[in-house]
């Protein structure tokens, strides 16, 4: 019998996808029932950041937040930073 798409690296790939889909549903329901329990302080995971940085006294580190965006040509590596002042207290 002739499989046309069949591959003896079949027998490999398969049970991967099936173990990586399984870890993705297992990391997906784990952080969506994380992220509904509030931190015992009430406080951001930033604003605690910055509170060890400067009880350390660290300078210099900036906890605000930074999104890079592609171009829009794929032609280009070039790369958009925009930076997100952290919010007030």
Request: aromatic fraction near 6%.
């Amino acid at each position: 019998m002739f499989l046309p798409f069949w591959d003896p690296t079949m027998v490999l790939l398969i049970p991967a996808l099936i173990l990586a889909a399984y870890a993705q549903a297992k990391v997906q329901s784990t952080y969506a029932k994380y992220s509904q329990i509030r931190s015992a302080s009430g406080r951001t995971g930033r604003e605690i950041a910055q509170a060890i940085l400067s009880a350390n006294d660290i300078p210099g580190r900036d906890t605000s937040r930074t999104i890079t965006i592609p171009s829009r040509r794929p032609s280009s590596s070039r790369r958009r930073t925009i930076r997100i002042p952290p919010s007030p207290p």
